[in-house]
């Protein structure tokens, strides 16, 4: 089985608790002209395996921007060229879905690392809070809170479900 990158949000979570001022570094798995607004991978991770997926959306409702939409499976979807950044998302969001940096406009381009280059994934992992972010040759592991994001990157959070387990 290929390495795979793990990024454990739960590890992540924890650590912007106890320092409010941490900004994190931010993984994207494309190259861009355009460092605003980019989607990371943490927006992407957070959409679909956090957020409850609220069958009328408040977050939806409040943007004035019309920003954001449900996709086919019900994973909400930011269009991050119509996002203006006022987070009334992230504040409406009754289950503080959302970590509060999602959505800032003017990104610093020193915390953007492209995991498709193996120099800037070494770096991003050394970037990122000790132990959040390893290699891995396993897969998916729900027992362990373990899902795939996408073929190159596994996931570490508490997946809403309402089902009994
Ligand atoms: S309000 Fe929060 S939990 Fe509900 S759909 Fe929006 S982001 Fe997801
Ligand atoms: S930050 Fe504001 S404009 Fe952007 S998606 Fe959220 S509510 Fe919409």
Redesign the pocket.
Known sequence: MAQMILIDMIKLRNAMVEDSTLQLPEGLFYKSDNDNGLKTIRELAVFRFT????ED???IAVCPADALEKDKDGI?TRHTNLCISCKSCVTI???G??MTDFFKHHRNKDLLYDLTDQGELDKFIQACPVGSVTMVNSGESPQENIYALNENILVKDYLYTSEKL
Do not use: E, H, L, S
Not at 51 to 54: D, I, L, S, T, Y
């Open positions: 957020c409850r997926k609220c959306a408040p977050c909400i969001c009754p289950f879905t959302m």
